[in-house]
């Protein structure tokens, strides 16, 4: 008769540390999105998301926005810059996917 081995469920150990996937984004959004507060909505908006990174106006009347966090809180930050906060005007969003900066902590209005 042969000896049934049993599993040793002490070997199988859950990774409970591991973190989601990063998404990172480097964004331009033009038309009116200067003194409409474009940049502090974009702040809270990405912080409400888990997001990191940063948004700054731009010299030619433009925003460009850095952000990373998971897939799904980029996509949400991406959906709401294409429309932006009440008063703004979105003409064009350029939206380029890029490696992420595993040193962001926060996210922050940058001048």
């Given at each position: 008769?042969?000896?049934?081995?049993?599993?040793?469920?002490?070997?199988?150990?859950?990774?409970?540390?591991?973190k989601p996937p990063l998404e990172a984004i480097?964004?331009?959004?033009?038309?009116?999105?200067?003194?409409?507060?474009?940049?502090?909505t974009t702040e809270r908006t990405a912080r409400q998301l888990g997001l990191t990174g940063w948004?700054?106006?731009?010299?030619?009347g433009g925003v460009e926005v850095w952000a990373q966090g998971t897939p799904t809180?980029?996509?949400?930050l991406q959906?709401?810059?294409?429309?932006?906060p009440r008063g703004a005007v979105v003409d064009s969003l350029r939206i380029d996917q890029i490696e992420p900066n595993p040193t962001l902590v926060a996210f922050r209005v940058t001048f």
């Open positions: 008769m042969g000896t049934t081995r049993r599993p040793d469920v002490h070997a199988v150990t859950m990774n409970t540390t591991a480097h964004a331009e959004v033009r038309g009116r999105v200067q003194g409409v507060g474009f940049r502090y948004v700054r106006n731009l010299p030619d809180a980029v996509r949400r959906a709401f810059l294409a429309r932006g």
